[in-house]
């Protein structure tokens, strides 16, 4: 078990145990958005008439990365250590991260709710999205679970469509935002800033010749969802640290016509310094512009000097 400040942290189901009255949901909560957050805070409030703690079971790998041929193009969010750190913020007590293999995808609906949700977690009360689907095959759905909660196994709170439409946030639409660029949208359903962690890397060192030093990013985790390409502005934080920034992701066609991954690079305003081998989180706040090539170094140093300028605008700095 793992503790993260104010929240524990279960590795799988087997080793769950010493939490009173869990007040239960289940889902992958990749993003842990606006939508996420306000079932979580339902589930505390439920908690405290009970004495109880809220407690998510969630599945690593993605359940579409080990189902349906394994859909291996799909990319996350938030990676874990990412979705556990928000999780931990947003006020959830504990977190179950269940191993999602074959075997367990091919659990029925039935065995699912005796052996998981009762057996071995014990959970007290459950809230349940009137969609949700789980078991072998997704036959298990809200009115399977009506019947144990009517035996007295669990007490059931099922989120409706009505409350779901009313937050009109999925993980679904913070993705297509992200992919088509729309950055201040994303950041509105997630209630926070996208960000992307890496390492910082050596690089082609072009940047500090035109007075624009930039740091190279690696180390990204591969399925982690990379917005549009593009130039943007917003934060970088390390050591504790944080600085406004600009960045631009792409392939660089100015200064590499044959990169075919992209690339995330920061420059760091108002900083001096050497960040190589240091972790980084940079935090997406505006889109500035698509990438383009430019006809030489000078021509691409002169729109940088525009994209700085812009950045400071819609940063409010000096």
Request: charged share 20%.
């Amino acid at each position: 078990m793992l503790t993260l400040p104010r929240m524990k942290v279960f590795d799988g189901i087997e080793n769950f145990n010493g939490v009173k009255n869990p007040i239960l949901t289940i889902g992958t909560f990749d993003g842990v958005h606006v939508g996420h957050q306000h079932i979580i805070r339902q589930m505390n409030e439920e908690a405290s008439k009970v004495d109880g703690e809220s407690t998510l079971l969630t599945f690593h790998p993605h359940p579409r990365w080990v189902v349906n041929n394994a859909d291996e193009s799909m990319r996350l969010i938030q990676t874990l250590d990412e979705k556990l750190e928000k999780l931990a913020e947003v006020g959830l007590k504990n977190v179950i991260i269940q191993p999602f293999d074959k075997a367990f995808s091919q659990l029925s609906a039935t065995s699912f709710i005796e052996d998981v949700l009762i057996s071995k977690i014990k959970a007290h009360h459950l809230f349940i999205g009137y969609d949700h689907r789980f078991g072998n095959s997704r036959e298990g759905n809200v009115d399977l679970l009506k019947i144990f909660s009517d035996k007295g196994f669990f007490s059931l709170t099922e989120i409706s469509a009505v409350e779901i439409n009313e937050i009109n946030v999925s993980s679904t639409k913070i993705r297509n935002s992200l992919i088509s660029g729309d950055i201040t949208h994303a950041n509105a359903l997630l209630n926070s800033r996208y960000c992307i962690t890496g390492v910082v890397e050596e690089g082609m060192k072009i940047g500090r010749t035109i007075d624009f030093p930039t740091a190279n990013i690696g180390q990204i985790d591969p399925h982690k969802l990379l917005p549009k390409n593009g130039v943007y502005a917003g934060k970088v934080c390390f050591d504790n640290q944080t600085y406004n920034s600009v960045f631009n992701l792409g392939l660089r066609p100015t200064v590499n016509s044959n990169e075919s991954q992209p690339k995330l690079e920061v420059h760091l305003l108002n900083f001096s310094g050497n960040l190589y081998g240091k972790s980084v989180c940079v935090s997406f706040e505006h889109r500035l512009r698509d990438e383009k090539k430019f006809g030489s170094i000078v021509a691409l140093k002169h729109q940088i000097q525009l994209d700085e300028s812009l950045a400071r605008t819609l940063l409010r700095i000096q």
